[in-house]
């Protein structure tokens, strides 16, 4: 079964440190990846897509994300956080090809320390 | 210009009301979406209609009751609800209904039931 999972629930980073958010999916064809942002009570922003080619893709805001296959990952990074990230994070992996369902993680929590 | 809107932005209502939430874009999009969300939740999907047909159900009670009268416009309307029902609702649009595109996420209705 299709599934994506973000290891981390909640993680806090001071600001100006670098970040790394997790993911790991698990799918049988060629994954099309994406990261979203949500900021309370707002709908989520698309940061990133991996859908082939370089295996780095750059986003949105200063993030960065790599795909890796042999570890089914496809993490999010950003070297210099700014209180303007404290926000949830969503990984997500596009699922059937024609339907254009999502399934997404189940979010990791971004706190960022002044 | 990628946006999606929708009104209204919060909405309470009783469990005998009838109500309507509206979703909008211009982006020529031809697959929009009706997700839930739960607080600290990743969103579930709905709906999905593609090309103005529903092509995605998934099991949602008949007490919703979604509506696409053109390419632009997604409605849903909310019928004899419950509390459990209080959520927040998002509407997305992506070119297609394949994995290969990109959803837009708009900034949702706070739906809060009494």
């Known amino acids: 079964a299709q599934s994506v999972t973000q290891p981390d629930i909640h993680i806090t980073v001071s600001e100006g440190a670098s970040l790394e958010l997790r993911c790991n999916y698990s799918?049988?064809?060629?994954?099309?990846l994406f990261w979203y942002v949500q900021s309370p009570g707002q709908g989520l922003q698309l940061l990133l897509k991996?859908?082939?080619?370089?295996?780095l893709v750059q986003g949105i805001k200063g993030f960065e994300a790599e795909f890796k296959r042999s570890q089914s990952s496809f993490n999010l990074r950003k070297p210099s956080v700014h209180w303007s990230d404290a926000a949830e994070y969503f990984c997500a992996v596009g699922g059937s090809s024609n339907t254009g369902k999502l399934i997404f993680g189940q979010g990791t929590t971004l706190q960022v320390k002044p | 210009d990628t946006e999606v809107t929708q009104t209204p932005k919060h909405l309470v209502m009783g469990m005998t009301n009838k109500k309507s939430l509206k979703c909008e874009q211009h982006m020529g999009h031809r697959a929009m979406y009706w997700y839930k969300q739960k607080a600290k939740k990743p969103p579930e999907l709905m709906f999905v209609y593609s090309y103005e047909k529903l092509s995605i159900n998934e099991s949602v009670p008949s007490r919703f009751s979604p509506e696409c009268p053109n390419s632009s416009l997604l409605n849903l309307h909310l019928h004899a609800l419950q509390p459990e029902d209080s959520a927040l609702y998002l509407c997305?649009?992506?070119?297609?209904?394949?994995?290969?595109?990109?959803?837009?996420f708009g900034p949702g209705t706070r739906l809060t039931v009494t």
């Open positions: 799918y049988g064809a060629t994954p099309y």
């Open positions: 991996y859908f082939s080619g370089d295996t």
């Open positions: 997305a649009s992506s070119q297609e209904s394949r994995a290969a595109y990109e959803q837009y």
